[in-house]
């Protein structure tokens, strides 16, 4: 199909954002409460240029891109992926062993996150049905009378994100490796040690403290602005599988942006309250010069990995200012993954509604020192 352009939404930086955190909340409000705003972010629509990776997908990889293309035959229907309880049964220990061909030895891999978009039951004939048929199966998915979308059910669509983001950020990622290895990772240094050489220093900027995920268990040590893990865990990643589950994508293609071409000042960090957590989402102002890919006619056995986060210091990529392995001193970097869903200009008017599943997964290469 080749290069297409499109618009794509960027979050403004705003100069609220001197005084206030960026901020999404998900939950409801108490009428009581002055301040009823949900968020403060603002997006503005930039077109974009997409370059096709059809005649060099395998050109691509996860240290050097941030994103590279799995090739592997779909052993389900998309009508299996409605049932949560089969996908976490059958298709986590398909993507398990994948992880393992895509990441080399494994020692531990945590599935935390999964979505599907849409559900497989929707069919639309045409573009003219789109709007209809959303408006029935948002009525079908709602978690109660409010009217509003249950986001802890993965098979509960959600429509194509067209706001480019990241996903999790630093200091989330560092939450969830701390949770998940909390019974096999070494104690947390003594109170008052200042400089515990074992151990990562993820910075905080006080988000840690507030939200509470982390701090109460026995693996991290939370030391003024930043949250210490043990640098045993320093060899772990955040990798997202995203793929189609019926047919060829045509009408929303995933695009990802090369890392490379993404600094620390392109990045704005955005609190994101849920009901039963507060972590941080990643967003993108925009600037000239990204370099966006996107896969024509993305098939089924076609996987798209995306590194979300990678702890280690030896693979190049761009900085995280402010990240020390403090056993060596030696600053860590970032491998994100920058990536949006956009209307394609070139799609057919008969084209299928894209159906697709994303999964994440935090991934440790080693527990041990």
Known sequence: ???????????????????????????????DVPDQRKTNLE???????????????NSFSLDK???????????????????????????????ERIIGEVCGEVEKVHF?????????????PNAATDRIATEQLRSSKISNSTGVIDLYDPTAWLLPANRVHIGRC??????????????????????????????????????????????????SWYHKSALYLPSAMANSRVLSFWRPISHPVEDYPLAVCEASSVSQDDLLECDHIRKKYIGSTVFLTHK???KWRYL??????????????????????RKY?????????????????????????????????????????????????
Request: charged letters at 25%; hydrophobic letters at 40%.
């Open 1 to 31: 199909m080749g290069t297409v352009s499109a618009g794509v939404q960027y979050v403004k930086r705003l100069k609220i954002f001197e005084t206030e955190v960026p901020f999404q909340s998900f939950v409801d409000i108490p009428e």
């Open 43 to 57: 997006f503005t629509i930039n077109i974009e240029s997409f370059g096709d990776m059809r005649d060099n997908i």
């Open 65 to 95: 891109h941030g994103f590279m293309v799995k090739q592997e035959p779909l052993p389900f229907s998309s009508e299996f992926f409605t049932r949560r309880e089969e996908v976490e049964k059958l298709y986590f220990p398909e993507l």
């Open 112 to 124: 935390f996150d999964w979505r599907v978009c849409p559900p497989a039951e929707l069919t639309m």
């Open 170 to 219: 630093l200091l989330t990622s560092a939450m969830f490796c701390c949770l998940v290895v909390a019974d096999s990772a070494a104690p947390r240094p003594e109170p008052g040690c200042s400089s515990p050489q074992s151990f990562v220093a993820f910075p905080t900027r006080g988000r840690a403290a507030s939200s509470g995920a982390c701090t109460n268990t026995k693996v």
């Open 288 to 290: 000239d010069g990204y």
């Open 296 to 317: 024509s006619d993305h098939r089924p056995d076609e996987i798209l990995v995306m590194k979300m986060f990678d702890s280690d210091a030896g693979v190049a990529r």
């Open 321 to 369: 200012s402010g990240l020390l392995l403090l056993r060596t001193g030696e600053e860590l970097t970032m491998a994100d993954c920058p990536h949006v869903s956009f209307k394609n200009p070139r799609a057919s008017e008969n084209s299928q509604p894209r159906q697709s599943i994303e999964v994440r997964a935090l991934v440790f290469s080693s527990l041990k020192e």
